[in-house]
């Protein structure tokens, strides 16, 4: 049986295995038998137990890790669209850019200022 990793998991479908996880060690089964049933680590089992005997089931609950979509962007989503468009059709030497192919360098150089590129 090939491994989860729970990390690839929707959050909805992590939370309701550390629910089920919670729900079986409160009816004695085992710790190693839990992890198992449920496809979690040990440890995440025991901090969901913790979570539960702190604060009941809402802090067994987890939210999505990470940052929020869409923060720390530069550009609005119509200078984005843009930018792609500018990437699909044309080639950094056809708007007069030093690069041959599209590199980390010639995106950023287009990113800067994106709505002047349209030629």
Known sequence: MDKIDSRTLPVEALNERRRRAVKMRLDGVPLQEVAVQCELSRTTVIAAVKA??????????????????????T????????VQQLIRDRTSDQLKMVYALWTRQAVAELNGEPWKLHT
């Open 52 to 73: 539960f005997h702190a604060g009941g089931w809402k802090a067994v609950m987890v939210e999505r890790p990470g940052r929020p979509v869409g923060t720390g962007r």
């Open 75 to 82: 550009l609005t989503t119509q200078q984005e669209r843009e």
